[in-house]
């Protein structure tokens, strides 16, 4: 079955002396008790990630990055590679993230290369899609999110879904404290999943998180539904005590 995932996105927020405090307060809250979801996840910016993998093992918890290259390697000024993500001791890559699409204008081609790299390199992508306030007053989100999946995994292979994670991220919750509520969660989240299964992914295999403006008060609601399998928390991840209630909400 699906695993249960919890992953938090710091963005670009942290140092190491907050790296220290942070998993101080996660294996104290971890001691109370402990994370109900499979795997917990925690995605700090690039330079943070060897003081994150230091610690994150005694913690319980796997690694991931906000973003990689589209490219294997060169001469790519600043850019870090899936290759180097791994060898770090990344597991996860957050790819397609609604901020890297409209601040960084990251196409869907570019999307389907960073995929590319990162199943190259053994990590697993969580897949970020999403529609914007716009898009689902007029009454076409699912049409938007399921077009982005297809045009995200044209080239991913349907046998690599073990390496695949889903992120729903609706525009408009993203940073905004207005979650999407339980249920217009739920009905995008199987939208999300029908349109995996008719591409021929095995979707009841697949992890689809749910991610925007998630909250200790809000997780359980979300993640009681039946086709969200947890969520990807950017603000309320950056306090450990909280993001430990989230991990325990499912
Ligand atoms: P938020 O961010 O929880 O602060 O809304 C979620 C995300 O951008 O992944």
Redesign the pocket.
Known sequence: MRRKIVAA?W?MHGSGIFVREYFEQLEQAWRQAPATCDDVVICPPAVLIPSVVAVAGSAGVRVGAQNLAAQAQGAFTGEVSAGMLADAGCQYV?VG???RRQLFGETDGVIREKLAQALAAGLTSIL?VGELLSERESGAASRVVSAQLREALLSFPVNAGERLVI?Y?PVW?????R?ASAQDAQDMHRVVRETLRDMGYPAGQISVLY?????AASAEGLFAQPDVDG???????LDAVEFAAICRSI
């Open positions: 996105n963005k957050i993230h609604s901020e970020c992120a991220e919750a993203i940073g905004t404290g979650s991610g925007g403006s998630v909250k969520g990807l928390v950017g603000g309320a991840s």
